[in-house]
């Protein structure tokens, strides 16, 4: 559902900046006015930026090979981060550049009913590519706040369009209102005043992308809901007594790795071992339908070594407790995963 509709914002966003991008340039040539010009560059720089949110999606989707067992998925998140980049350098510092130069050299703004005419035409498209970010969002979004849509979402496309709509948005006024106060005072240092200003949010909306796309290249966990159904789901049935420890690393936005280390009576066989693996994957599957790897280890609980506190699978950040003399209770506990090894 996030990929269809992340496509969906997506394409909606680059018709919208590919229209708006023209109609600023044009208005640009006739009223020599910076902010028209910066905006006409965001609006180009922004259509990339799309086109690069789509090259991402279709690279993500290649099969597996040798060279790369796990797939292309995180090509999504290499393209986000580009994005950022772009939009940073293209968008932002040329947007400064040119407001530099005309609070330095201000002219008066000619033909004022096409900068004025044109932003506002660009404030009603933007607004309907705003609106479908956020209708597909909000399919996804859950009862999660924006802010932590956009810091803990998996999947970077919508994200990337709500912020850069938003900026676009926020970007269109601020130039209708340098414009304007140019006109009324009839001091064109406000163009370059709206223009400077339009340049220090793109690189301020950049760097937030930055920051998380970058957390999604360094590799992120499943989300809290997904790790306790996961682990719901691994001491569901009979044979698998506790989790000793666990990780989970999402590989691309739809395909999440899981990897434990599972108690099992010291007295199961190699066959009714094999068989609760298959069992406690496939309930993993059911309750998580992107956990696409697993890799589950057995291992014999032992509440002596756990109790030492020698536990090489203790996963980072999480305080170790004395478990419960009983394997069982352990899987129930906040500290499961880390209550202790085999050895």
């Given at each position: ?8 914002a ?17 208005a ?14 965001h ?6 930026n ?14 597996a090979?040798p ?5 292309y ?17 293209v ?5 400064i ?27 009603i498209v ?13 399919l ?52 370059g ?19 998380e ?6 590799g ?12 719901a ?9 506790a ?13 999440l ?27 993993i ?5 992107i ?13 002596a ?19 419960s ?9 906040e ?9």
């Amino acid at each position: 559902m996030s990929a269809s509709g992340g496509t969906k914002a997506i394409v909606a966003a680059l018709v919208a900046n590919l229209a708006i991008a023209v109609a600023k340039f044009v208005a640009f040539l006739f009223s020599s006015s910076s902010s028209m010009l910066a905006e006409s560059v965001h609006s180009l720089a922004d259509s990339g930026n799309q086109g690069l949110l789509l090259l991402g999606g279709k690279r993500a989707k290649r099969e597996a090979t040798p060279e790369h067992p796990f797939g292309y998925g995180r090509e999504r998140y290499i393209y986000a981060f580009l994005v950022s980049i772009v939009l940073f350098s293209v968008g932002g510092m040329f947007a400064i550049y040119e407001g530099y130069e005309k609070i330095k050299h201000p002219h008066e703004i000619e033909a004022w009913y096409w900068p004025v005419g044109v932003l506002v035409f660009a404030i009603i498209v933007e607004t309907f590519s705003f609106r479908t970010a956020i209708v597909e969002s909000n399919l996804i979004r859950g009862k999660r706040s924006w802010k932590e849509f956009i810091r803990h979402s998996k999947a970077p496309e919508l994200p990337v369009v709500l912020l850069e709509d938003l900026g676009a948005l926020v970007g269109l006024v601020l130039a209708l209102m340098g414009v304007s106060l140019a006109l009324v005072t009839g001091d064109g240092i406000w163009d370059g005043i709206g223009t400077l200003c339009i340049g220090i949010l793109l690189i301020v909306i950049a760097i937030v992308l930055a920051a998380e796309t970058k957390s999604l290249l360094l590799g992120e966990a499943a989300g809290l809901e997904d790790v306790e159904k996961i682990k719901a789901a691994i001491v569901d049935g009979d044979d698998v007594t506790a989790i000793i420890h666990m990780r989970t690393l999402h590989l691309g936005p739809e395909e999440l790795l899981v990897a434990a280390k599972i108690a099992v009576e010291h007295d199961d066989t190699a066959a009714e071992i094999a068989q609760a693996i298959n069992a406690a994957e496939t309930r993993i599957r059911d309750a998580v339908p992107i956990a696409r790897v697993i890799y589950l280890e057995p291992d014999i609980f032992n509440a002596a070594a756990a109790a030492a506190g020698t536990n090489p699978g203790k996963s980072p950040g999480v305080t170790e407790t004395e478990p419960s003399a009983e394997p069982a209770a352990d899987s129930t506990a906040e500290s499961a995963p880390d209550s202790g090894n085999g050895h």
